[in-house]
């Protein structure tokens, strides 16, 4: 389970952090003027715009400038670098610890050690995605901030009823 749950992560913030947030920001598709959605499978999730590299901000519902969209995007510019070299480390560690997990006969320390270094990365990679998130925030308006507060609210509501709904769905048997 830790297995699975280490490289779902690992394969989350790889994809967070390889980012189309610069082709938003220049209008690209799904940015300004742009198609909206994520590509065949449908819309960005939330609509997060930009959200590339994980900022999780839903900056098309907040209406900024085009000034705010090119400090935006000088902000990931500046960030780039250094979440290009965290993601090659995460795809590195998530490599080196499905090999542990994978090894034969079972090596508890190597695994030990392998997860934990996965987990250093991944704090990395929140770490970057939490200044970046922060100096895109200081880019925004009062307004927009309580804004950005007020979607973020309705979205933990939603995903908190869509869960308790699964949660109370009857069991499924299982087909084969």
């Known amino acids: 389970m830790t297995r699975v749950r280490s490289l779902t992560a690992a394969a989350a913030i790889v994809a967070l952090l390889g980012g189309g947030a610069a082709v938003w920001a220049q209008g690209g598709p799904g940015g300004p003027g742009g198609r909206r959605g994520g590509g065949p499978g449908g819309p960005a ?6 959200g590339g590299r994980g900022t999780d901000l839903p900056l098309r519902q907040l209406n900024v400038t085009d000034a705010q969209q090119q400090q ?3 902000i990931r510019d500046r ?18 610890e499905r090999k542990a ?3 034969d006969p079972v090596n508890e320390g190597l695994i030990r050690s392998t997860t934990q270094q996965l987990a250093d990365v991944q704090a990395d990679a929140a770490i ?13 308006t009062a307004d ?5 507060k007020k979607i973020q609210a309705d ?14 769905r009857p069991n499924r048997p299982n087909r084969q």
């Open 45 to 50: 999730p939330f609509g997060v715009i930009g």
């Open 72 to 74: 935006i995007k000088d």
């Open 79 to 96: 960030h780039r670098d250094e979440a290009q070299q965290i993601a090659q480390r995460l795809r590195a560690a998530a490599d080196a």
């Open 101 to 103: 997990v994978e090894s």
């Open 128 to 140: 970057l995605q939490a200044h970046e998130r922060s100096e895109i925030l200081s880019v925004l």
């Open 144 to 148: 927009q901030q309580a804004q950005l």
């Open 155 to 168: 979205r933990e509501a939603r995903f908190a009823q869509n869960q308790q709904r699964r949660e109370n």
